[in-house]
């Protein structure tokens, strides 16, 4: 019998687990993640940022650390593996792509004191869910070490009915500032995108992934 292909069994975790209901008190977390993004420069970041009267909203300092086999098998299987801890929790995410601007987010909850060893150690000791879906295809989490780090400070509201998030980014090299559109409805969400970036005539720019921008030694050309 011919064992199936990483996709198919990338294809079969998706289904299973998106046919699970979710207890309460389940410290695993699975959603379809949509969003729509655009790099900004540091004018437009603060006039979105005054408009909307982000100074009202409380800042979210993000440290995030990435993960991937040395021989970045994740990155060619287009899946990303990241610990975000602030002063509040610590999260490990996994993201599989879907299809444009969506993306299946696996999130398994971690303790304060989990955040403190991994940035100590570089290790990740619990993975849950995650654990499983990689030893699906072959990996286990002693496989993974740290491939980049950037701290994010983050402001997020409801603006007509869709989250809005306006992020700098703290990269080894440089800053950036990123705009994100987060929505549960594709639709809705990308005209909101649209004429938000209309109505403050921003240019829509082609955006690198986090993960590609932290490795890089200078910002992306605003063109």
């Given at each position: 019998?011919?064992?199936p292909t990483p996709f198919i069994v990338k294809?079969?975790?998706?289904?299973?687990?998106?046919?699970?209901?979710?207890k309460r008190g389940d410290p695993m977390a699975k959603n379809l993640e949509i969003e729509y993004k655009n790099i900004l420069s540091q004018a437009e970041y603060q006039e979105l940022f005054n408009h909307y009267n982000f100074a009202e909203?409380?800042?979210?300092t993000q440290e995030n650390i990435y993960f991937d086999t040395a021989d970045g098998?994740?990155?060619?299987?287009?899946?990303?593996?990241?610990?975000?801890?602030?002063?509040?929790?610590?999260?490990?995410?996994?993201?599989?792509?879907?299809k444009d601007h969506q993306k299946l987010e696996t999130t398994e909850k971690l303790s304060l004191i989990d955040g403190e060893s991994i940035k100590e150690s570089g290790k990740l000791s619990y993975g849950g869910e995650v654990a499983d879906f990689l030893a699906t295809i072959d990996m286990a989490l002693d496989d993974l070490?740290?491939?980049?780090?950037?701290?994010?400070?983050?402001h997020q509201q409801v603006v007509e009915g869709q989250d809005m998030v306006l992020d700098h980014c703290f990269f080894q090299d440089y800053e950036d500032y990123e705009l994100e559109v987060e929505t549960s409805n594709p639709e809705t969400g990308l005209l909101f995108y649209q004429n938000?970036?209309?109505k403050f005539q921003i240019p829509q720019r082609p955006i690198k992934q986090k993960i590609v921008r932290m490795n890089q030694s200078?910002?992306?050309s605003l063109g």
């Open positions: 019998m011919v064992p294809i079969r975790y998706i289904l299973i687990y998106l046919r699970r209901i979710k909203t409380a800042p979210l098998e994740l990155r060619k299987r287009h899946i990303g593996l990241r610990v975000r801890i602030t002063d509040a929790y610590v999260h490990l995410t996994m993201k599989q792509p879907v070490v740290i491939i980049g780090r950037f701290k994010t400070i983050r938000l970036l209309q200078k910002a992306d």
